[in-house]
């Protein structure tokens, strides 16, 4: 199975500051990552997929690029409500659609 | 509105099964593959199984195989997972979810339900 590693696994930041987090997977998945978003007691939210594509309704503020193994998601202009937990998926190789161990983004 | 809607959770005893229903609503159920995720405690999302769109196929994490059966009825536009066997690490919000494209089971999630709540627990 691949595996997922998402750094940092936490970070702290202001509003208005760029945040940027990062997602390796263990062999190459092409642009087969998905990123999603959590709030506490919610389900999780589709942000990003195909690494790069922004999801129907998503703020521009949130991008993300990369492929192979390698990808990451900008918070260009951090806002009070993205203060959450960010996960990365793959979907490329199958069973199982692996998820990396998220990111939590808090109130510096 | 596209909607999922899940139910048939509960606290369970360890060795005991429960039904996992998911009710779809808003697209076409039929055309999309269909998953089920779940997230123990505390803790990150775990990809459970999918199926296809007429059920031909079924994916499975090895931790489950042999205890859960995904399973889907498109006339009810439902979504199901028969969950046997249980074990205490079993225990998770379990969420539905469905497949953005719906030609291909690569494909990210883009609707979630909320969740039900699988407790096994003695």
């Known amino acids: 199975a691949i595996r997922i590693t998402q750094s940092p696994s936490s970070l702290s930041a202001s509003t208005g500051d760029r945040v940027t987090i990062t997602c390796r997977a263990s062999q190459g998945i092409s642009s087969y990552l998905a990123w999603y978003q959590q709030k506490p007691g919610k389900a999780p939210k589709l942000l990003i997929y195909a690494a790069s594509t922004l999801q129907s309704g998503v703020p521009s503020r949130f991008s993300g690029s990369g492929s192979g193994t390698d990808f990451t998601l900008t918070i260009s202009c951090l806002q009070s409500e993205d203060f959450a937990t960010y996960y990365c998926q793959q979907y490329y190789s199958y069973p199982p659609f692996t998820f990396g161990p998220g990111t939590k983004v808090d109130i510096k | 509105e596209v909607q999922l809607v899940e139910s048939g959770g509960g606290l369970v005893q360890p060795g005991g099964s429960l039904r996992l229903s998911c009710a779809a609503s808003g697209f076409t159920f039929s055309s999309y593959w269909m998953s089920w995720v779940r997230q123990a405690p505390g803790k990150g999302l775990e990809w459970v199984a999918n199926?296809?769109?007429?059920?031909?196929?079924?994916f499975y994490v090895d931790s489950v195989k042999g205890r859960f059966t995904i399973s889907r009825d498109n006339a009810k536009n439902s979504l199901y997972l028969q969950v046997n066997s249980l074990r205490a690490e079993d225990t998770a919000v379990y969420y539905c979810?469905?497949?953005?494209?719906?030609?291909?089971?690569?494909?990210?999630?883009?609707?979630w339900g909320q969740g039900t709540m699988v407790t096994v627990s003695s």
């Open positions: 979810a469905k497949s953005l494209v719906g030609a291909t089971l690569r494909a990210a999630f883009d609707i």
């Open positions: 199926i296809k769109q007429d059920g031909s196929e079924k």
